[in-house]
């Protein structure tokens, strides 16, 4: 089992940057590490994953302002998130997936505010 704290959240005018993270509290080597967001009224929605070779998958409104990292040394998940808009305000939240487990594991989540 592992546990994830996020971090970064705030709030930010529109066009602005954040960098959240996402603290693991141990090794991520094995996970299919994510970012998830959840706005009011809306449905949770993948934002973003980071699989253990390296491959990375985006939702499309996301693409070429979001960029998922991952430093397994660290156990640390990054999501960096440019010229952001009125509607990526949400809660994101990180998440872990086992293969072996079929198994998600998720953070507290960290509130991002877009407001001019």
């Known amino acids: 089992q592992v546990q994830l704290v996020e971090s970064g959240g705030g709030l930010v005018q529109p066009g602005g940057s954040l960098r959240l993270s996402c603290a693991a509290s141990?090794?991520?080597?094995?996970?299919?590490m994510a970012w998830y967001r959840h706005a009011p009224g809306k449905q949770r929605e993948s934002v973003a994953t980071h699989n253990r070779d390296g491959s990375t998958w985006y939702l499309d409104s996301v693409k070429g302002r979001f960029t998922i990292s991952r430093d397994n040394a660290k156990n640390l998940v990054y999501l960096q998130m440019n010229s952001l808009k009125f509607e990526d305000a949400a809660v994101y939240y990180c998440s872990a997936y086992s293969l072996q487990l079929h198994t998600y594991y998720w953070g507290q989540g960290t509130q991002v505010t877009v407001s001019s």
């Open positions: 141990g090794s991520i080597d094995i996970y299919l």
